[in-house]
């Protein structure tokens, strides 16, 4: 059942329906963080349709995770692998982290069934490899499991992307600028061979890697031989030292749980290849949603984002006012509608046709 079927009237009171939808607005508004783990039957396109039935000023961009795709890879034969999508009980998987090149493997490539003599495909090989080791059977690699020429696809994965990391049971860590002897067998016995180049890596230079670095519980470094280096946590000293980053958000702190600049100051130094990628790779390292806008210049990205999170601020101050509270409990019905909404702390369930709001 569609959502257009909502043009329909709404019984039993559309001013009951659109108080609620006021209520649903505020409790959006005065939550500092918004979980990605939504799921429902629609796409968030067509969740558009929706805001302006009820009076609702939400912009769709902001409701990620409405139906988000994620595509995994999984194995196929020993050299070939194929994308599987996911909307909800997305299975255990690995995920690489690494620095773009020129000559990588795009989605479209491997839908074709090419791009085996490009340079990247190796980084997906060693990562499903890795992971088979690992006991996953799927893994995710940026550059091929995103349909980049969809730029709402884009923009709902970037903003989707810290939850990805931070979800994965694995991630890996490809450093192509670091290698290791063939003569080593366990590089981590021999750290001074390799210590000097890992600490001058690009990786630590880039802005999307903060994320990848903060985000997942285990991360694991390798050369670019495929050698394992170490880990997030045995490699805890140098990282500290290359990034500034304090050995306590390395280890697993709330990011929140830092200041605005504080964070801010782990980006300063790194680079991107996008100006506006500059601001819109720190989202999920402050735990909030906008809309990607190409060609608005760092500037602008920056003075968004700041904007995004003083409201975010000052949200956080009313968070335990009745904005929210007045909610528990509370349903709505919406006839014919089967939501199930998570956000922040608090879950929007279908309840025999009503929308609750949980405390879970």
Partial sequence: MGLRQLHRPISPSRHTLHLAVYRLEKAFNCLEYYSSSLCT???HQDAGTLFPILNLSISPHFVVGLHVKMRLLKHTSEDDFELVAFT????PYA????????????????????GKNKAGYGKIRFCGERAAHDGLQYFWVDTCCIDKSTSDELSTAINSMFRWYQRASKCYVYLVDVQVSEEVTDAQLFQIAWEDAFRRSRWFTR???LQELLAPASVEFFSKEGKRLGSKISLEREVHEVTQIPIRALQGQRLSEFSV??????????????????????LGIFGVFMPLIYGEGEEHAYIRLRR?????SKEKEVRDSDYTSDLLGKSWVIPGQHLCITVGSFLFRPNHGALTLDDP
């Fill in 41 to 43: 039957s629609y796409s």
């Fill in 88 to 91: 909800n009980n997305i299975p």
């Fill in 95 to 114: 995920i690489l982290s690494h620095t773009w090149t020129n000559d990588e493997v795009s989605y479209n490539d491997l839908v074709a069934g090419i």
């Fill in 207 to 209: 802005g999307w890697t």
């Fill in 261 to 282: 600049d504080e964070r801010m100051s782990w980006n300063a130094k790194r680079r991107t290849t996008v100006e506006e990628d500059k601001a819109y790779c720190l």
């Fill in 308 to 312: 995004k999170l003083l409201k975010s």
